[in-house]
């Protein structure tokens, strides 16, 4: 009987292991990579010629005065790199006062490819100025690098438009 | 050679090879039979045989039409060299004129019928798919792939092994026709058991309920394998009858081998095995003799016919009975929820309103069951009356036995194992009443031809329609058959032309891949395709979009280890992370290569937790249970305050809880539960989940005109990266860029 009991516990150990495996984190995906190929490109103002192909989502179509646009409740942009060491992403923009007016004070939260890089709280209107390094293994060469910007709260103006900050220049330096 | 000269010639030497390799296993075991048993029993005692050595040259990769005619030739030659072509068994008395001029002519129109529909180009559903779609890739592959997509590949293959032989020479209708053999043998070897215990007209009678009936000739001339099956089995318990009343122990081979054999052809037929375990310690137990030694000779002979598939599926799936048992053998190639869905659809055909619908069914109506055994059968009562004969009570019991995996499946097809015993006891309880009897059988012959059976029973019962004679004969061009009448077909071959060699197509719902050589990954036959298939929904259903944003905040603190640990049970939902982050000081950690990370269960799909992409996640794949964990460990202990996971919002009822264990590895609690917040939608989630199909190495997508989401696909190729690569009646072919 004994074999027969010792065959049986056998089978169900070697079907029903304790540990279950580890793996390494896996090759990170680049949600830029969904945006098609592109030229190379780090850094990018509002008025640049051709802006529009590198805004993702929640920047306003519209340039105004010639330098700035509006942005909604998460702009965000894409960028290809030649490298991903020794930068820092860096964006300037103006708190509106008629937006701050009506929402208090914003906090905007800084994503790298859906990754936290920082999160800054404005009470304040005026033009600000974000800058912080990247970690590398953030950054894909040669792939589509998406950069956003979570504001909180925005204005959302009776017909439903959400106005977030005035945008000005955002992308990555060294 | 023409094309009907190819199948006739797949099919007979398959049946030839069979038939020698049977009458030499029965010649070396000094077996003796009577004319009337020697042909379908001596088929039945090799197909066996046959089957494990092409699963031996198929593990070689010795696949070649060469090597299979060389094999077969030299055990043509063995048996010619023996003189065992010879048929030299004692004659069993003669049935009576009267029922020979009645049940001879019906078997001969039914045979012609069968044999023309066997023929005739395949379009049956699973042959045309599964049963035929891999043995053409083995055939392709010179032998066994280990396929993990494809979760009948994981089923025993016993009868698909000489269909894969008889494919090499006459390809898809060899295979069908080889079938048929079984159904021809199965019928005969009914009339032989009938005579030889001295029932023979019962035993004719009841090889016309089981021949003639519907569901009986539309399975057994295709490439299914149930008829095969139920033959396999009825040579078990017709052995195992020898044996007993000759109680020669060498019978016990022949009829452990089969055993063994209803295993290796289908799951469901394992019950042969202790069934003739326990008839022949029965039988010696009653007789005061040993039993031991007979049940260990039936025990090693059946396992020498399991151990193949046993030990192939243990080897490549870690579960040697896949796809089943996953929860005992955990595997990433099948998942837990599966096998449940699945189990439950078999047990739940769809438009059967009631299980009291089941008996008019299968008998009469055929559509929902798919098919119909006739309504012969609806006079099942009257088989009871076979209990006063020990024959009848042996029957019985063995329809009991055989018939008890019905509820598994109650498709109209499952009920055939054990559809020869009962069509026997049938028989015997009414053969006294010979004119009854004959009115019976020639009734249940007219009522199963053809044109008669389309009067009664559904419009789209599972049946033959006519005589395929010009279709057989291939006057009628095979594929201008198939692209008319079956429109799977026409897929295929889009498939085929459209598709490079050696590309994948994922799809939602089966195609007939035995017209393909292009792999095919139906999303829900394997881990993987269900991970694709859920990929690829997530952009369409927002319940599955990661929206729900839960995040720990705990007291600053070092920590080797975090561990989310799942605390709810009893719910049907899976659990699912999107993206797991863990924070320090407002920023996220880097994710480094020396992180090691685990999840229970589905330990396989956790790095889906980690990879930045929010059109994957990983699932449980299982129904909420407490103790289900994802867990990091950073390989040494670093500074962290928060965790984000960001989850699909089709899991309302898990509950969370954060563990954390600090360098010595104790553990704590770190937080009972997270925050909540709302996310917008990923941004290009429709070319994020098509881009991760195109990593997972699949570039074609089939998409069916009635399938969820198809209209999405049609509207937003652009978005989705798609290129239309071919369309036929509503199918379209896409190609992932």
Redesign the interface.
Known sequence: MRPRLLAAVAL?AA???I?????????????A????PLAYRHFLAMNDPGAERFF??DVSPALENNTWRWSG??P?FRFVLQKNSGLKFMMDFSVAGAVLEKTGPQTVSFFI???????VRYATHGEQHFEKAV?P??LKPGENTIVAAEIRPVWESPNGVKLGVILLRAGFVE | MPQAVSILFGAAFTVAVCLALGRILLARLKLALYREEELPLAFLAGAPVLSLLVFLLAAARLVYDGVFLAMGAAVLGWAWRQRLHRLAGERLPPLPRSWRLLSVPLFVLFGLLYFCHAMAPEMSPDGSTYHLGLVGRYYRAHGFERITTHMYANLSQGVEMLYLFAYAFGRHSSAALVHFAFLAALASAMVGYGKRFGFGAAGFAGASFFFFSPVVGMDGTTAYNDVAVAAVIFSVFYMLAIWDQSRNPAWLVPAGLLAGFCYASKYTAFLAVPYAMVFAAWKLHRARRPWLRAVAVLAACAFLMMAPWLVRNWLWFD?PFSPFFNR???NPYIHVSFEQHYAEHMRNYEGLASRWEIPLEVTVRGAALCGLIGPLFLLAPLALGALRRPHGRRLLAATLIFGSTYAANIGTRFLIPALPFFSLALALAIVRLRTLTAALVLAHAVLSWPDVLRSYSHQYAWRLEKVLWREALRIKSEDEFLRSNFPGYAVARLIEEAVPAGEKVLTFTQIPEAYTSREILVVYQGAFNENLGDVLWTPLIPEAQPTRRLEFHFPPAELRRLRVVQKASGFVEHWSIA?F?V?NA???L????????????N??D???A???????RWRSWQSLAEGMFVEV?FGEPVPVDSVQLDCAADQWRIRLELEGADAEGRWRTLAAAPSETHL?A???LR??AA??IKYAGVRYLLIHENEFGKDDYVRRPQEW?LTLAGEIGGKRLYRIE
Do not use: K, M
């Open positions: 169900l079907g029903c292991g540990d279950p495996p580890a793996y390494p984190p896996p090759i990170q995906r680049s949600a990579a969904a945006a098609g993702v989502r409740q998460r965000t490819n859906d990754r936290l890089l920082g999160r970690d293994s953030w | 579960n005992l053998f955990p993206e982050r924070l407002g920023a996220e880097a994710r480094s290569p020396g992180w090691r990370l685990r999840a229970h269960p330990p396989w956790v790095q889906r980690f990879d930045a992409s929010p059109a994957t460990d917008e990923p941004p290009n070319r994020l881009l991760e990266g």
